[in-house]
């Protein structure tokens, strides 16, 4: 029962995902997206990979930018891919299979992950700034980027790992980088004006993705995880699952092209 559930999960997504969006509706979102947009938006979506990648290598010095590059790419592209997060145990494997040892590579996959949790609502404060002018909001944003900065402290504790504030700070300040280029992919790609409603739909399809309710492509989860938030503020369920179900197919088509690639590399040594 266990392993059906994943696909149980799915198909439950996908009823309601096609019960708002139609196929006819679909196709015609797709169709609407223009070749300019979507090779602006695959630079942007490039850009942050390569923000992501560099932070892996600032964390795993004993890897090379190529190598952290590969391993970044098939993680991104299996955790898009497998449900209920499965897709995260890549990591682990392939950073081993490059010589780094389980309770390092554990330490530093969790260091990343924070980071990139914190890097989210770093950007979520201060577009939350901008939007009311409030001066408390960039205190905040501030304040948990400071807080960022220290969370090689308690990582440090893993056998064979040394953090630093130098090392933390560029790893914390590409966290941030990498999280705003993907999300400028999204606006590039469909031609949006950037808001906290929408930045709330973007923070909450990319949770979803690293949550166990994530389905197969994490179809379904990704465009309810995405309107959702933007519900709350009284925008249409219906508009926010267009945007996310667009933007989701283009993450796929994405991380599958570098995902694809790395996996080729990483098998063939």
């Known amino acids: 029962m266990k392993r059906l559930l994943p696909l149980l999960l799915t198909l439950i997504f996908l009823s309601l995902l096609f019960y708002f969006l139609p196929p006819k509706e679909i196709l015609s979102l797709l169709a609407e997206v223009s070749l300019k947009d979507f090779l602006w938006a695959s630079l942007f979506y490039g850009l942050s990979h390569l923000s992501r990648s560099l932070r892996w290598k600032i964390l795993l010095k004993e890897l090379s930018f190529f190598q952290c590059f590969l391993i970044n790419s098939a993680n991104v592209f299996l955790n898009n891919l497998l449900p209920a997060r499965t897709g995260e145990l890549s990591w682990f494997y392939y950073s081993k299979r490059l010589g780094v040892s389980l309770q390092k590579s554990v330490g530093i996959f969790l ?67 990498s999280s705003l280029l993907k999300f400028l992919s999204l606006i590039l790609l469909l031609g949006l004006v950037p808001s906290v409603e929408l930045f709330l739909g973007f923070l909450g399809g990319e949770l979803s993705s690293v949550l166990p309710i994530h389905s197969f492509g994490g179809l379904g989860t990704y465009e309810l995880s995405f309107s959702l938030p ?23 088509l994405s991380s599958a092209l570098y995902g694809l690639i790395a996996l080729y590399f990483l098998h063939r040594r």
């Open 111 to 177: 260091w990343g992950r924070i980071l990139d949790l914190i890097a989210l609502f770093v950007l979520l404060t201060f577009f939350y700034a901008l939007h009311r002018g409030d001066f408390r909001f960039y205190i905040l944003s501030l304040f948990l980027f400071f807080i960022s900065l220290f969370i090689h402290i308690p990582v440090s504790k893993f056998k064979n790992f040394k953090g630093n504030l130098l090392t933390s700070t560029f790893a914390s300040s590409l966290s941030v980088i």
């Open 230 to 252: 933007q519900k709350f503020f009284g925008e249409s369920l219906k508009e926010g699952m267009k945007v996310a179900f667009v933007f989701h197919s283009f993450l796929l």
